[in-house]
């Protein structure tokens, strides 16, 4: 007779008698193996919003296929797919303070992911409708070198430097520095006087507000 | 242009800004901050009024008291709501539980609009004042909405609409509230109906503005 057993908030549940089987073992371990590594990752996350650097490396590297999963559910083409691993990568970091250590950090990260997928839709679904697909567009496309052709690269090229002007300044420096000037990341930390990391951040930024500029994704 | 860095490479730069943060109080602690607030200007106004106009209403009608409280309990959970909606990973259910407590309030309200519709001897109050009890729920209401959106900004509302209307209806309740500790001793039909449009006149802009200011970010 199954014994009637109180546990967990939900109050009762029947505790059925359970036949031992190897795969129900095998599926007890995987199970057992996913709740380590997902106290694992919450406890390396506590320790990283309390300044530790290791713990903070670990759980973001330890996140990526996570994020990776939730955005294949939630629809994102591979090819696409560590583009939403580094918006959520940077979005957890700006609002790291959000996560209670004694909750599922998998469960923060999931929702995190899953909106940042739910956006890289959104706006690739914008694309795609403004782009046309024409197999004989590239047989019909005029020349490269036509009047038309480089008066809207003239065009192109100062929108893209009125956008740069435009960027806040820790962002335009790094593109400045980094993708105009070609500089490595030493010489431009050398002349700028910031650290390489906040350079590849603020790069990271201004490229990401240089395409919602220029392409109009948001 | 550069391609976008590889995942490494911002894995070790965002490990190089790992500052230590302040962690966001739970929901439940914001809530007591909230509730606090909303305390605080209950405390002036009685100070202000005393506490007999209101003691009077609700000896004569209990209902009245009833509403009031429902009202109260109604900002405290519908706040409560909107903090834990805005905290990533939280359970969409919490949108639910300022549900019984607005029940109770709608149910007296209304019950209290039918009886004055009925009995026609309960001391009326005119149109002027109905107006005046609508500018004091609308005006309450900007502030505490004001707070309270600057509390959610703090979390990271991935459900911004919802924990928006959320937001109104703390506010909008808590008004409601407070305003029971100066209303006139019975209300007419109108009055109660006035009410009732404040109410959904701030539900309806936190709403509308309150979803575009809680976007995430």
């Not at chain 1, 546990?7 to 795969?23: N, Q, V």
């Not at chain 1, 996350?45 to 559910?73: C, F, H, P, T």
């Not at chain 1, 696409?80 to 303070?97: C, G, K």
């Not at chain 2, 019984?100 to 309030?105: I, K, Q």
Request: glycine share 6%; charged share 20%.
């Amino acid at each position: 007779m199954p014994g009637l057993t109180t546990a967990g908030t939900m109050g009762l549940y029947i505790d059925f008698p359970r036949r031992a089987s190897p795969s129900s073992h095998v599926s007890d371990d995987i199970h057992s193996s996913q709740e380590q590594a997902s106290q694992r990752r919450s406890a390396w996350m506590a320790a990283a919003q309390d300044g530790d650097r290791q713990a903070y490396e670990k759980v973001l590297a330890d996140s990526v296929g996570l994020i990776r999963s939730v955005a294949r559910r939630q629809g994102v083409a591979i090819d696409s797919l560590d583009d939403v691993v580094q918006e959520t990568l940077l979005t957890v970091h700006r609002v790291r303070h959000t996560y209670d250590p004694s909750r599922s950090y998998d469960a923060w990260l999931a929702a995190i992911a899953a909106r940042r997928a739910i956006d890289h839709l959104r706006s690739h679904g914008r694309h795609g409708a403004r782009e046309v697909s024409d197999e004989f567009a590239l047989d019909m496309h005029p020349d490269v070198g036509d009047a038309t052709t480089q008066t809207e690269r003239a065009q192109e090229a100062a929108r893209l430097r009125q956008a740069v002007s435009e960027l806040p300044p820790g962002q335009r420096e790094a593109v400045e520095q980094l993708s105009l000037k070609e500089q490595s990341l030493a010489e431009a930390a050398e002349e700028t006087g910031r650290n390489t990391g906040a350079l590849k951040v603020n790069l990271h930024r201004a490229l990401k507000t240089l395409r919602q500029r220029l392409h109009g994704d948001s | 242009m550069s391609e976008p860095l590889p995942i490494d490479s911002l894995i070790k730069s965002l490990g190089a800004q790992a500052a230590p943060v302040r962690r966001l109080l739970s929901p439940g602690r914001r809530t007591v901050g909230w509730t606090m607030a909303v305390l605080t200007i209950a405390a002036y106004l009685l100070w202000r009024h005393g506490m007999g106009n209101m003691m009077q209403r609700w000896e004569i009608a209990p209902l009245v008291c009833c509403a009031d409280v429902s009202a109260f309990f109604t900002c405290i959970a519908a706040g409560w709501a909107a903090f834990a909606l805005s905290v990533p990973g939280r359970s969409n259910a919490w949108v639910w539980l300022p549900l019984p407590t607005l029940l109770v309030w709608m149910a007296a309200s209304g019950w209290g609009c039918l009886r004055a519709l009925i009995a026609p001897n309960a001391e009326a109050v005119g149109f002027p004042q109905s107006a005046d009890c609508l500018v004091f729920i609308v005006a309450l209401s900007v502030p505490l909405s004001v707070l309270l959106v600057l509390l959610v900004r703090r979390a990271y509302p991935l459900r911004p609409v919802q924990a928006a209307i959320m937001i109104g209806l703390a506010s909008a309740s808590a008004s409601a509230a407070l305003l029971g500790i100066f209303h006139p001793i019975d209300s007419a039909a109108s009055d109660l109906a006035m009410h009732a449009i404040a109410v959904l006149i701030v539900i309806g802009v936190n709403a509308a503005m309150g979803g575009r200011l809680l976007q995430p970010r």
